[in-house]
């Protein structure tokens, strides 16, 4: 089992940013990829961005530019820096963790952290 715990969500004003943290514990030595989804109301939850162990990056057209994500391996954490935020970035953002063992696809998410870009 993996427990993903998330922090760093708020209220921010356009053009602002904000920094979410992950932090994973448990059968944290499996995890292959590391990343960010995102939910707003009446919506789909949609991949921001991801990241594998070896630090390679996936982003969405719409954060491009503007959202970089990173890892520390040591502390078992995934960030989102999130700057240039839009109103339409508001959304409750999930981290999501990953691994295949055996054949067996394992997928683990975090609670949410609301983000909203308002003036």
């Known amino acids: 089992q993996v427990q993903l715990l998330e922090s760093g969500g708020g209220l921010v004003q356009p053009g602002g940013s904000l920094r979410l943290s992950c932090a994973a514990s448990?059968?944290?030595?499996?995890?292959?990829?590391m990343g960010w989804y995102r939910q707003a109301p009446g919506k789909q939850r949609d991949l921001v961005a991801y990241i594998t162990t070896s630090g390679s990056a996936n982003f969405a057209d719409s954060v491009k530019g503007r959202f970089t994500v990173s890892r520390d391996n040591a502390k078992n954490t995934v960030y989102l820096q999130m700057n240039s935020l839009k109103p339409e970035d508001t959304a409750v953002y999930y981290c999501?963790?990953?691994?295949?063992?055996?054949?067996?696809?394992?997928?683990?998410w975090g609670q949410g952290t609301q983000v909203t870009v308002s003036s």
């Open positions: 999501h963790a990953y691994y295949a063992d055996r054949g067996i696809n394992y997928d683990y």
């Open positions: 448990g059968s944290i030595f499996n995890i292959a990829i």
